[in-house]
């Protein structure tokens, strides 16, 4: 994600290749961004479970564009280190994996029209090369995850819970979705609620941006009325 690239100094691979749109690469890059791809030897690409079949067609296409000399080897000669939990994204993960013979999308599920239905504007058949192009981008997307992967290595050890064991294994029974009622009367201990209030300064998970700004402007108007008032002028601090 964007915020998690800055606080690394990096960029999402969105923007570093400077791609206009997932559905293709659209314009060519300037000069200063194929000059600066030059130097790029490995390219390492966070948050796994996010990239579907085409997206990864998308990015082996833009960096063949952006590398020239490169152009007939897969990633334009860039070694791709993929990291991430392919069980945060179960459906997408399952889906880049997915022989072409099972590709089916949702207007072919649904039937969808066809040329042949007698559109006069030719809507219909325009829809349906679309979806035939769509296709075949997630057919050669499916052969670079099967294909053009040719390692992988599975941590088994959770580092941030790693001295804390009991709920280390509590949290990977949740992400394999095995977890028992223990598991969640477990979980359920550390729900803040108004009967049940952290101690000070414990860090605490939101499930919004919006919930994680207010608890954080709570936060500093309790640190603002933590501090000493100048008696002379009592309302001076706020």
């Not at 007939?72 to 459906?91: E, P």
């Not at 700004?213 to 933590?226: E, G, Q, T």
């Amino acid at each position: 994600t964007g915020v998690a690239a800055t606080l690394l100094n990096g960029s999402t691979y969105f923007n570093s290749m400077k791609l206009p749109g997932m559905g293709g690469c659209g314009k060519l890059p300037d000069e200063a961004l194929i000059t600066r791809w030059q130097s790029v030897g490995l390219l390492i690409i966070d948050e796994t479970s996010f990239i579907s079949r085409k997206q990864l067609w998308t990015i082996h296409q833009r960096l063949t564009t952006l590398r020239p000399a490169s152009k007939t080897q897969l990633f334009g000669g860039v070694h791709i280190v993929l990291s991430g939990d392919f069980f945060q994204l179960t459906s997408q993960s399952k889906a880049v994996f997915t022989h072409p013979d099972a590709l089916v999308d949702d207007n072919d599920k649904a039937g969808g029209s066809s040329s042949e239905d007698g559109d006069e504007d030719g809507n219909a058949g325009q829809k349906a090369r679309k979806r035939q192009a769509a296709r075949l981008e997630n057919i050669k997307g499916y052969l670079l995850w099967s294909l053009g992967l040719n390692c992988a290595v599975e941590l088994l050890e959770n580092y941030r819970q790693r001295h804390d064991p009991e709920f280390a294994a509590a949290v990977n029974r949740l992400r394999t979705n095995s977890i028992s009622l223990a598991d969640i009367r477990f979980f359920n201990q550390f729900v803040i609620s108004p009967t049940h209030q952290p101690p000070p300064g414990t860090f605490f998970a939101t499930c919004s941006n919006k919930e994680r700004c207010a608890a954080n402007l709570a936060s500093f108007y309790s640190y603002l009325a933590a501090l000493p008032i100048d008696p002379g002028h009592p309302q001076s601090w706020r």
